[in-house]
C-alpha cells in the first residue's frame, strides 16, 4: 500500500510517499519533501499563525508534486491520503485537510485523518537506515512526545491502542528552550542552537530546578526554568558567550535530567517493551545519550528507538506512516481540522 501523507500543521509545509506492505513492521520511505516558512518568522521570535497559514497555501499544491515526482508515482498509482488533521494552528491545519479532502473526492482516493502527536511516534516505524532496519519496536511501548507544544507520555498496547499518562502542565519542553533562547536573542527555534552552544558549556555551571522529577505522576511543568533562567541572568553582570554556553549546558541537563527519569519509571513500571521517543527535542544528541546510559541502572527490559533526526521535527513521512499501521478511512466530508485536537 502506497500513502501519500501531508502535514500542515504549523509553519512547515510537509509531504511524504510511504509504502508499506501486509505484516510490515516499517514501511519503507519513497520520498520525503517539506517547505518552511520559519525564515519569515525569524524576526518576530515566534510563529505568527496568519503568516504560516499563507505560507502554507503558497507551498501547498507544489509541496505534494514534489513528493509525488520524486517518489516516482502519480496520483493514480497512491492508495491513500492521510493528513494531520490535530493538533496545531487552525489557520495552517486548514490548508492541508481541505486540500487533502480535495484530492481525495477528486483523485477518488480513501483519506484518513491522523493526530499530529501520534504522528510524532510513528517516525519510529519508517524504515531508516541499515543499521536500525533489522531492530523492530516490541509492545508495550512507551512513547514520548516532546516537542515545541506538547510533551507526552503515553502507554502504547498496540497499534491503535494508546492510553495518555501525563503530559505538561504548562510550557512544552521545546517551549522552555525556544522562550530562554530568547532571552538570549538566539534564532527561533532555539533548541537546535541551545544544544550546540551546550556543548562547549559546563552543565554543572548553574543550579537549575528539576521540576516535578520526583512526582507521583507523569505530568511534566517546565515554565520555571524560563523563569529561573531569567531571574539568573539579572543577577549576572555580563552575560559573555562562556556564560551562555555554560546556562544552555545547565538548562539542557535540568529539561533532559527530568525527561529521562520520568519516562524510565514510566518504562519500568509499565514494563515496556520498546521506549519510541518523537517530536522536535528527540533530536537533540544529548537526551539520545543520557536515555541509553540512564536505561542501564534501571530494571528494565526496553530498547530505545530514535527516529532518525530529520524524521524529528514535523514532516509528512510520520503522518502517512501513522496512517498505515493505524489504516482507518473515512468519508472526506466527516474530516475536519481540530486544533484542540489530543491523545484519545
Ligand atoms: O516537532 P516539532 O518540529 O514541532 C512541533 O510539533 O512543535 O518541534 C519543534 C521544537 C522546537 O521547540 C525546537 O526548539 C525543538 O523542537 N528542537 C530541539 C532540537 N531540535 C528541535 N530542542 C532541543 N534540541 C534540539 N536539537
Ligand atoms: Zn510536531
Not at 269 to 293: C, T, W
Request: glycine share 6%; with cysteine; net charge positive.
Amino acid at each position: 500500500m502506497v500513502i501519500l501523507g501531508i502535514e500542515t500543521s504549523c509553519d512547515e509545509t510537509a509531504a511524504a510517499v510511504v509504502k508499506g506492505t501486509q505484516n510490515a513492521s516499517r514501511v519503507a520511505l519513497l520520498s520525503n519533501f517539506m517547505s518552511s516558512s520559519l525564515p519569515l518568522h525569524a524576526k518576530t521570535g515566534g510563529i505568527i499563525p496568519e503568516v504560516a497559514a499563507r505560507a502554507q497555501i503558497e507551498y501547498i499544491l507544489p509541496v505534494i508534486k514534489k513528493a509525488l515526482k520524486d517518489a516516482n508515482f502519480n496520483e493514480k498509482e497512491i492508495d491513500a491520503i492521510a493528513v494531520t488533521n490535530g493538533p496545531g494552528l487552525i489557520g495552517s491545519l486548514l490548508v492541508g485537510v481541505e486540500t487533502a479532502k480535495t484530492l481525495s473526492y477528486i483523485w477518488k482516493k480513501p483519506i484518513v485523518p491522523v493526530n499530529h502527536l501520534i504522528g510524532h511516534i510513528y517516525a519510529n516505524f519508517v524504515r531508516a537506515n541499515s543499521k536500525f532496519e533489522i531492530r523492530n519496536s516490541k509492545f508495550p511501548a512507551l512513547a514520548l512526545v516532546v516537542s515545541g507544544g506538547h510533551t507526552d507520555l503515553v502507554l502504547m498496547k498496540k497499534h491503535g491502542d494508546i492510553v495518555w499518562l501525563g503530559g505538561t502542565r504548562d510550557d512544552a519542553a521545546g517551549e522552555a528552550f525556544d522562550k530562554i533562547g530568547r532571552l538570549f536573542n538566539l534564532p527561533y527555534p532555539a533548541g537546535p542552537t541551545i544544544e550546540k552552544l551546550a556543548k562547549q558549556g559546563n552543565p554543572k555551571a548553574f543550579r537549575f530546578p528539576r521540576p516535578m522529577i520526583d512526582s507521583d505522576d507523569y505530568d511534566f511543568s517546565f515554565s520555571g526554568l524560563k523563569t529561573a533562567a531569567l531571574r539568573l541572568t539579572k543577577t549576572i553582570e555580563q552575560c559573555n558567550n562562556v556564560t551562555i554556553a555554560d546556562i544552555s549546558a545547565s538548562v539542557q541537563q535540568a529539561i533532559i535530567d527530568v525527561l529521562v527519569k520520568k519516562t524510565l519509571n514510566a518504562a519500568q513500571k509499565y514494563n515496556a517493551k520498546s521506549i519510541l521517543l518523537g517530536g522536535g527535542v528527540a533530536a537533540n544528541e544529548a537526551l539520545r545519550n543520557q536515555f541509553e546510559l540512564t536505561a542501564k541502572r534501571y530494571t528494565i527490559n526496553a530498547e530505545i528507538f530514535v527516529p532518525q533526526k530529520f524524521l524529528c521535527t514535523d514532516n509528512g513521512a510520520m503522518i502517512a506512516t501513522a496512517a498505515f499501521f493505524n489504516y482507518n478511512p473515512v468519508n472526506w466530508q466527516n474530516i475536519t481540522a481540530n486544533p484542540e485536537l489530543y491523545f484519545d
